[in-house]
């Protein structure tokens, strides 16, 4: 039996590289099970005999202890100088970069690298101890991200033609970044251990990108974009859970996505509401349609909006796809954006703060990685109570990409009127100089298609654009015509859009919206059985507008 000393912390012993004290923002606590650590490292297969072990961030009792571990290996004490001191996660994550280059180009803090000597030296095992603060943060811990940053450029730094390097060990209560650490990856998970064995192609893509989102992983001006390969195994994909009024939507978008020159594959996945009929027009819209069992949000009110939306973790599911490009289903694609595909998870355009916006993203599908999502649901808390604010806790590490891939239809409180030009300009220019437009507040085929209907309600005007709006109509009318019937009006929404018209008369709202004349043909066409929508104002206090019967058509059953 080993006699290992259980003197583990820093403060009792010193800083491995020599200081006086160590820096405390690397200390971690964790009382490390040598037993285990022999069983997972026996178990892996790891030949020790004459191999070379890189060790970081351990103190000099855990180096005794690893040289009587494995007494037949090699071990090299891997030298780390820790991030400058003033360094936060918001300078590796700013809110706001520079994307046009028109006052600065943006530029990344650099973070310290590994050193080994000998430097030619070739390590086949690193084993690193990572810190867990799990009271403070420790999912946008700098010092975290920096070791682990570290342990990826050991490993990358790997000679010779193999697909994978020197296995890596981590040694930590908090899971490593999947998205840098891959869990297909995993060779062994026992309590804190987890040991990799990481592709080296795919650490040293990884390790070329930007440390955070402080600049472009794609330049906005760049006239070559990046391509790629595997075309057989890339999709979008979108998704329709609990309710029908994005059916419209999701047939639009893949009409956008046709109509940029893609051929990549469709995939949406619905659950039981959504009707045969309307999955018959999705279908025929070009999706492949999946259902799927819906993933109620644990810390959602019951029928609240964010009830089920933890759904989306099913796409870490299409595991028949390496690559997956999520879009929301209310937006349009008005420029190939297939180069995506070439990009890691998690890419997307930044939201707030260190956030990204999840309407459009890269993902990796992996049935281990959906397995993490599900098995923190009750103890992460989302900023918003959805699926963004969950997946940004656990992708902390994500890769900025312009905001022109997923620009919103949103005018801002703080926005200037050349700004809102600037912005109105973007929305209609021909040929488009957007990749993506992202539609938010009442979507297009829920306003009557004369105007944007968002103009009627004080709250949602910042979201008003007939530019915007008339650009969504012209994919519309490209779409064959028994697809457009997906995007009937129901009578309760006309009604809605009437009162919110009135509201807007009475207000006086001074863009006038309120008075243009309907002459959109949905508003006499009817395809439900109740087609006396004016009716239903009685009910909300107002008076029967107009004598006109509604025209009765009912919508095909099928589509070819």
């Known amino acids: 039996m080993f006699s290992f000393d259980r003197r583990s912390r820093f403060a009792d012993v010193g800083w491995i590289w020599d200081r006086r004290s160590a820096d405390p923002r690397y200390v971690s606590d964790l009382d490390i099970d040598w037993a285990k650590v022999l069983k997972v490292i026996k178990e892996s297969g790891y030949q020790s005999v004459k191999s070379k072990v890189g060790l970081l961030n351990f103190n000099k009792t855990e180096v005794n202890n690893w040289q009587q571990l494995l007494p037949t290996s090699e071990f090299v004490v891997v030298g780390l100088n820790s991030v400058n001191a003033s360094l936060r996660w918001e300078d590796l994550y700013?809110?706001?970069?520079?994307?046009?280059?028109?006052?600065?180009?943006?530029?990344?803090?650099?973070?310290?690298?590994?050193?080994?000597?000998?430097?030619?030296?070739?390590?086949?095992?690193?084993?690193?101890?990572?810190?867990?603060?799990?009271?403070?943060?420790?999912?946008?811990?700098?010092?975290?991200?920096?070791?682990?940053?570290?342990?990826a450029k050991l490993a990358a730094s790997a000679s010779g033609g193999a697909l994978h390097g020197p296995q890596v060990l981590f040694l930590t209560d908090c899971f490593p970044l999947p998205n840098l650490f891959n869990c297909k990856d995993l060779v062994a998970r026992e309590g804190s251990l987890w040991l990799y064995r990481p592709s080296l192609r795919t650490l040293r893509e990884r390790i070329e990108l930007p440390v955070g989102s402080c600049t472009l992983s794609i330049p906005l001006k760049a006239e070559v974009r990046p391509r790629s390969e595997a075309v057989r195994r890339e999709a979008y994909a979108t998704i329709l859970h609990s309710a029908q009024f994005y059916v419209c939507g999701a047939i639009a978008a893949a009409q956008s996505i046709r109509m940029s020159g893609s051929d990549r594959d469709l995939v949406i996945l619905v659950d039981k509401t959504i009707s045969d009929e309307h999955r018959g027009g999705l279908a025929a819209a070009g999706w492949k349609v999946r259902t799927i069992q819906r993933i109620r949000n644990p810390k959602a009110e019951r029928d609240a909006y964010n009830e089920w939306n933890y759904s989306k973790f099913r796409l870490w599911q299409l595991t028949d796809y390496d690559k997956i490009i999520f879009?929301?289903?209310?937006?349009?694609?008005?420029?190939?954006?297939?180069?995506?595909?070439?990009?890691?998870?998690?890419?997307?355009?930044?939201?707030?703060?260190?956030?990204?916006?999840?309407?459009?993203?890269?993902?990796?599908?992996?049935?281990?990685?959906?397995?993490?999502l599900m098995d923190h649901i009750e103890e992460i808390e989302s900023y918003n109570g959805g699926d963004q604010g969950y997946l940004n806790e656990i992708f902390t590490w994500w890769h900025r990409i312009p905001k022109h891939m997923n620009f919103l239809k949103h005018f801002w409180e703080g926005d200037e009127e050349e700004k809102k030009q600037m912005k109105i300009r973007l929305f209609g220019a021909d040929p488009p100089v957007l990749y993506v437009l992202h539609y938010l507040g009442l979507k297009p085929w829920l306003c009557f298609r004369d105007y944007d209907c968002n103009w009627n309600v004080d709250i949602l005007q910042e979201f008003a654009s007939d530019v915007a709006h008339e650009r969504w109509w012209r994919v519309h009318d490209a779409m064959p015509k028994k697809l457009q019937s997906f995007c009937l009006l129901r009578s309760k929404q006309k009604a809605s859009l009437e009162w919110d018209r009135r509201q807007a008369e009475k207000a006086n709202y001074s863009d006038g919206h309120w008075k243009r004349k309907i002459r959109d043909p949905r508003l006499k066409t009817c395809f439900e059985k109740f087609c006396f929508w004016e009716s239903m104002l009685w009910h909300w206090g107002e008076t029967n507008p107009t004598g006109d019967k509604p025209k009765t058509v009912n919508p095909p059953l099928s589509v070819d």
Not at 102 to 113: D, M, R, S, Y
Not at 134 to 143: A, E, H, I, Q
Not at 338 to 349: G, Q, V
């Open 94 to 151: 700013p809110e706001w970069i520079d994307e046009e280059e028109e006052f600065e180009i943006p530029k990344c803090p650099t973070l310290p690298e590994p050193s080994v000597t000998p430097t030619d030296v070739q390590l086949d095992f690193i084993a690193v101890k990572l810190p867990c603060n799990r009271s403070g943060g420790w999912s946008r811990d700098l010092v975290r991200l920096h070791l682990q940053l570290a342990a």
């Open 327 to 372: 879009i929301d289903a209310d937006l349009l694609i008005l420029r190939n954006i297939d180069f995506l595909f070439s990009m890691p998870e998690i890419t997307a355009t930044g939201n707030n703060a260190t956030l990204f916006n999840s309407g459009v993203m890269v993902v990796e599908p992996s049935n281990c990685t959906f397995q993490l």
